[in-house]
């Protein structure tokens, strides 16, 4: 299990070590999200990787995405997992028969199976630094062409995005499973308890026998709900129209409306790097005038924070979660200084507990907070490079360094673990997780 490097490991010992857990899950072309509980690629943590190798490898970063979006679905979605044909049918649950995402006429044809949902778009966010570390750079112009390939296809995604799942043109995006991203992370608790679950066709849990113990990963009654859902989708054919008509799990989500301005904001990054028309200019603008005046509405006037809606009830699901801290995420929010506030709070990075001052993924103040399990407690070190990046952007020099600072030290101590306990510092999940390894790298350049 991690090791525990201490203080003494140097910033060059740290990056070696990093780098060797990208090469040890490096898959040829694509990189596995962890050696054994992930055996596939995942969507947003492939961007992260990307973000990891540019540091070692420029080239083999581009390469990370530009197969992730070979999978992409005829309607711009990116899957939230593109299968390894090579990884046994046992190896992880659910697999792509339970999928099925060949009832949809989106689902890709003649290239590796995916799954039928997707996480947050952090990918133009990873292209844009790639770029910025090619730049000047004698792989300037084979970067370039890749970018310029991949652009219309970013495009495609954000477009899905901001229209699909979006149809009313509220500025939110519409999250459908709680395996878009936040798992088991009480944001879920209210809808999925209203669930009146049906048959789920009968299946293994293979991920508890990759963790010390089950009390670190989602309950099986989670899980029964998480593939109740997943059958409603099916039955749907994965389409967002009958989706939004009628499915239990509908949820404006402020966390990947977040991501997405923070992503569009990158796009137009590199518009300028591949000369793209106005026209594809101003259709980016109007995606994050829209996603940053949704995000206005749903902070909530008495503490600050960002509330995701539940469309089922109509009402804001009121947790103190690292999602409310988002409008942290957009430079130009109007909303930052209460965010910052909470930030440094008792509630999240400030409380007096923590060994590090970061973002735990649930507040410590919460009835529900679990230091030990998943996204309902733990500290995520990818959650913390966001917000990072939200204070630098944000030119909040100060935070962001102190941030960095302590992000660095926690990796030091704690490893590569997927997460960690906000109190002690015990590493938790799996081991050598990728995305993990790739902040750390980003984290020292
Ligand atoms: C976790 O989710 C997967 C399902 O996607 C799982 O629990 O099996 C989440 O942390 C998710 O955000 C992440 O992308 C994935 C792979 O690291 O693991």
């Known amino acids: 299990h991690p090791t525990s490097h201490g203080t003494t490991l140097t910033d060059t010992a740290?990056?070696?070590?990093?780098?060797?857990?990208?090469?040890?899950?490096?898959?040829?072309?694509?990189?596995?999200?962890?050696?054994?509980?992930?055996?596939?690629?995942?969507?947003?943590?492939?961007?992260?990787?990307?973000?990891?190798?540019?540091?070692?490898?420029?080239?083999?970063?581009?390469?990370?995405?530009?197969?992730?979006?070979e999978a992409q679905w005829a309607n711009g979605m990116v899957p939230q997992i593109v299968f390894n044909p090579l990884?046994?049918?046992?190896?992880?649950?659910?697999?792509?028969?339970r999928w099925a995402v060949e009832v949809s006429p989106d689902a890709?044809?003649?290239?590796?199976?995916?799954?039928?949902?997707?996480?947050?778009?952090?990918?133009?966010?990873?292209?844009?630094?790639?770029?910025e570390v090619a730049a000047g750079t004698e792989a300037e112009a084979?970067?370039?062409?890749?970018?310029?390939?991949?652009?219309?296809?970013?495009?495609?995604?954000?477009?899905?995005?901001?229209?699909h799942r979006d149809p009313s043109g509220s500025g939110l995006v519409t999250t459908y499973h709680p395996w878009e991203g936040i798992d088991n992370s009480p944001r879920w608790d209210a809808v999925l308890e209203r669930l009146e679950v049906g048959d789920v066709p009968a299946y293994v849990r293979r991920d508890l026998s990759h963790v010390a113990d089950a009390g670190q990963r989602p309950s099986n009654d989670a899980y029964d709900r998480f593939l109740w859902l997943l059958e409603l989708l099916k039955r749907h054919r994965y389409d967002d129209a009958a989706i939004h008509r009628?499915?239990?799990?509908?949820?404006?989500?402020?966390?990947?409306?977040?991501?997405?301005?923070?992503a569009n904001q990158a796009l137009?990054?590199?518009?300028?790097?591949?000369?793209?028309?106005?026209?594809?200019?101003?259709?980016?603008?109007?995606?994050?005038?829209?996603?940053?005046?949704?995000?206005?509405?749903?902070?909530?006037?008495?503490?600050?924070?960002?509330?995701?809606?539940?469309?089922?009830?109509?009402?804001?699901?009121?947790?103190?979660?690292?999602?409310?801290?988002?409008?942290?995420?957009?430079?130009?929010?109007?909303?930052?200084?209460?965010?910052?506030?909470?930030?440094?709070?008792?509630?999240?990075?400030?409380?007096?507990?923590?060994?590090?001052?970061?973002?735990?993924?649930?507040?410590p103040l919460e009835e529900c907070f679990d230091p030990r399990n998943y996204w309902r407690g733990p500290v995520w070190p990818i959650v913390n490079w966001l917000y990072w990046r939200g204070l630098r952007d944000g030119g909040d020099l100060v935070r962001a360094d102190a941030l960095r600072e302590a992000s660095l030290d926690s990796l030091r101590h704690v490893g590569f673990a997927e997460y960690f306990h906000p109190v002690t510092g015990e590493a938790l999940g799996s081991a050598m997780q990728s995305w993990t390894a790739a902040v750390a790298l980003d984290w020292l350049a």
């Open 246 to 262: 009628s499915y239990p799990f509908l949820v404006k989500d402020v966390f990947l409306t977040s991501v997405l301005v923070m």
């Open 142 to 163: 084979d970067v370039r062409a890749e970018i310029r390939t991949l652009f219309p296809k970013l495009m495609a995604w954000h477009r899905y995005l901001a229209e």
């Open 108 to 131: 890709p044809v003649g290239v590796a199976e995916t799954s039928g949902i997707c996480q947050p778009p952090v990918h133009a966010i990873a292209v844009a630094r790639i770029w």
């Open 268 to 363: 137009l990054g590199l518009a300028d790097a591949v000369g793209a028309t106005s026209s594809a200019r101003a259709e980016i603008e109007s995606w994050i005038a829209r996603g940053r005046s949704g995000i206005a509405s749903t902070v909530d006037t008495e503490t600050g924070l960002a509330y995701d809606l539940d469309l089922g009830t109509g009402t804001p699901v009121e947790i103190r979660t690292f999602a409310g801290l988002c409008p942290l995420l957009d430079a130009e929010s109007g909303d930052r200084d209460r965010a910052l506030k909470n930030l440094d709070s008792e509630a999240f990075a400030g409380h007096p507990d923590l060994r590090w001052a970061m973002v735990p993924s649930t507040s």
């Open 14 to 69: 740290l990056g070696d070590l990093a780098a060797d857990v990208l090469r040890a899950n490096d898959m040829g072309g694509w990189t596995k999200a962890a050696p054994l509980l992930y055996p596939h690629q995942w969507s947003w943590d492939s961007a992260f990787v990307a973000i990891g190798w540019a540091q070692v490898d420029v080239r083999r970063a581009m390469t990370e995405q530009q197969r992730l979006f």
């Open 87 to 97: 990884a046994g049918p046992d190896s992880y649950f659910p697999d792509p028969a």
